[in-house]
């Protein structure tokens, strides 16, 4: 089965990093690119993440991510309240000829 | 500046069909593979489905597949998809994806920009 995982929550104090994992396999993120994605509730998915570690021009560059094998992560220093917000990340699976995402994790700024 | 609006989007019955469009504005619509992906409420994103510029490659998620059709018209901006034989779980709010430039892949959920959404509720 398709699937990426993701921790359904992390949460960091202001000034923190966190780390968010997605967990694949060889018809995904082991064989193609990983992306992320912040979502605030109530609005649309904005990309934070392609090509596995690339940025989108002004996304900062507080927001990194890295991929090795099946897994990916996306890393967030210096941690701010507006980084409260749900992520998600996506790879094209070959198995289900489709783009997949994962379950999506909820970041809390305590 | 790029502008995706999306509608069709109402409260249908289970096994009744539906047609979403998505007209775009501010970019060159036929160079690129434009996608839909849902949400329902308080849950993941899950995508549906994809077309690739000049229409004539679509991909769709087997939960929607032999009931749900893309399409695209180039000459008026617009993407559609048209949803057969509703059942209670297609309920979401349905996003229509910017994908990628006809030069790179179609094969990536790579998504510069998005709509706002339109929300579709099947209940009997």
């Known amino acids: 089965q398709s699937v990426l995982t993701q921790p359904p929550s992390v949460s960091g104090t202001p000034g923190q990093r966190v780390t968010i994992t997605c967990s694949g396999s060889n018809s995904n993120i082991g064989i193609n690119y990983v992306y992320w994605y912040q979502q605030v509730p109530g609005m649309a998915p904005k990309l934070l993440i392609f090509?596995?570690?690339l940025r989108p021009s002004g996304v900062p560059d507080r927001f990194s991510g890295s991929k090795s094998g099946t897994s990916a992560s996306l890393a967030i220093s210096g941690l701010r309240s507006d980084d409260e917000a749900d992520y998600y990340c996506a790879g094209w699976d070959d198995g289900l000829s489709g783009p997949l995402f994962g379950g999506g994790t909820k970041l809390t700024v305590l | 500046e790029v502008q995706l609006v999306e509608s069709g989007g109402i409260v249908v019955q289970p096994g009744r069909s539906l047609r979403l469009s998505c007209v775009a504005s501010?970019?060159?619509?036929?160079?690129?593979?434009m996608h839909w992906v849902r949400q329902v409420p308080g849950k993941g994103l899950e995508w549906v489905s994809l077309?690739?510029?000049?229409?004539?490659?679509?991909y769709y998620a087997d939960s929607v597949k032999g009931r749900f059709t893309i399409s695209r018209d180039n000459t008026r901006n617009s993407l559609y998809l048209l949803m057969n034989n509703l059942r209670l779980d297609d309920s979401a709010l349905y996003f229509c994806?910017?994908?990628?430039?006809?030069?790179?892949?179609?094969?990536?959920?790579?998504?510069?920009?998005w709509g706002r959404g339109t929300q579709v509720t099947v209940s009997s």
């Open positions: 077309i690739t510029w000049d229409g004539l490659t679509t």
């Open positions: 090509r596995n570690n």
């Open positions: 501010g970019f060159t619509f036929d160079d690129y593979t």
């Open positions: 994806a910017q994908g990628s430039l006809y030069s790179g892949t179609y094969r990536s959920p790579h998504y510069d920009h």
